[in-house]
C-alpha cells in the first residue's frame, strides 16, 4: 500500500520556515513543491494510493498523532 500524506504547501512551508536548519534546493523552491504536490495528487487517484488529509476541517494541521493513526488505519485494512 502507497500513502500520500497530503498537507497544504503554505502550511508546509510555514513548518519549514519555523526549523533551525538549512532547507535543501528542493525544500526551498516553492513552485516545485506545488508542482511535486500536484503529480504526487494526480498519481494517487490514478494508481489507488491512500491519500491521507493531514488537515482539520477547522484548518488546523493534524498531529503527529492524529496523522500516525489514519496511517495506522489504512495500513490495518490492507493487511492479510
Not at 502550511?11 to 503529480?39: C, G, P, Q, T
Not at 488537515?55 to 488505519?73: A, F, Q, T
Amino acid at each position: 500500500v502507497v500513502v500520500f500524506l497530503s498537507l497544504p504547501i503554505e502550511i508546509a512551508e510555514n513548518a519549514m520556515k519555523n526549523e533551525a536548519r538549512v532547507l535543501d534546493i528542493h525544500e526551498s523552491d516553492i513552485a516545485y513543491k506545488l508542482e511535486v504536490h500536484k503529480a504526487y495528487a494526480l498519481a494517487s487517484k490514478l494508481y489507488g494510493w491512500k491519500a491521507i488529509d493531514c488537515m482539520h476541517p477547522s484548518g488546523e494541521r493534524l498531529s503527529i498523532e492524529e496523522v500516525s493513526e489514519k496511517v495506522w488505519n489504512v495500513v490495518k485494512e490492507n493487511l492479510g
